[in-house]
T-cell receptor, first 113, second 115 residues
Framework: DQQVKQNSPSLSVQEGRISILNCDYT??????FLWYKKYPAEGPTFLIS?????DKNEDGRFTVFLNKSAKHLSLHIVPSQPGDSAVYFC????????????FGTGTRLTIIP | KAGVTQTPRYLIKTRGQQVTLSCSPI?????VSWYQQTPGQGLQFLFE???????NKGNFPGRFSGRQFSNSRSEMNVSTLELGDSALYLC??????????????FGPGTRLLVL
């Protein structure tokens, strides 16, 4: 049972445009969400996170939006750059500070120069 | 501050053997979690250690075990290796302040190939 889902396995975006990566979750006990970026043969790198008490968090070119009622979050990258080409994972942590991360299956983002 | 380090980076074993992987967390981080990444299953949680105790465990067989030392370094052991254990094993650390959700920081991983 996939509790965190990324329904788009891949996404191609023109350089300079906006990249939007989506993530849905089913477990209502999740209340802290993170996005990680992963290059081949490397560990995931933390990008940005959001707590369920917020609906938006921004850090430079990266913005994460959370819609709790829809159990949906999205990552916006503006403007997209060639170095953004990687696999992006969303992950969730349940309430009570449990350290276990539940990951989505990932979306491969390709930025076209 | 140095990041999470994992050794070895690459490993080749044969079926039936056992393997031990090592992880050194970021200095000051007390929680270490292990994940397995495979093409078919994605990133899956193995277990988490905090203060030398296993605090959480994923749905993996007992062949997968781990431990944490007093300096927060952690080891993961897989006994009686199977072909399906071929994967990238990732270690992540966090400060683990009680009751506060925190970001985990990942090491580069150990790529294990079982022949």
């Amino acid at each position: 049972d996939q509790q965190v889902k990324q329904n788009s396995p891949s996404l191609s975006v023109q350089e300079g445009r906006i990249s939007i990566l989506n993530c849905d979750y089913t477990n209502s006990m999740f209340d802290y969400f993170l996005w990680y970026k992963k290059y081949p043969a490397e560990g995931p790198t933390f990008l940005i996170s959001i707590s369920s008490i917020k609906d938006k968090n921004e850090d430079g070119r990266f913005t994460v939006f959370l819609n709790k009622s829809a159990k949906h979050l999205s990552l916006h990258i503006v403007p997209s750059q060639p170095g953004d080409s990687a696999v992006y994972f969303c992950a969730a942590i349940p309430i009570f500070g449990n350290e276990k991360l539940t990951f989505g299956t990932g979306t491969r983002l390709t930025i076209i120069p | 501050k140095a990041g999470v380090t994992q050794t070895p980076r690459y490993l080749i074993k044969t079926r039936g053997q056992q393997v031990t992987l090592s992880c050194s967390p970021i200095s000051g981080h007390r929680s270490v979690s292990w994940y397995q990444q495979t093409p078919g299953q994605g990133l899956q949680f193995l277990f988490e250690y905090f203060s030398e105790t296993q605090r959480n465990k994923g749905n993996f067989p007992g062949r997968f075990s781990g431990r944490q030392f007093s300096n927060s370094r952690s080891e993961m052991n897989v006994s009686t290796l199977e072909l399906g254990d071929s994967a990238l094993y990732l270690c992540a650390s966090s400060l683990a302040v009680a009751g506060y959700q925190e970001t985990q920081y990942f090491g580069p991983g150990t790529r294990l190939l079982v022949l």
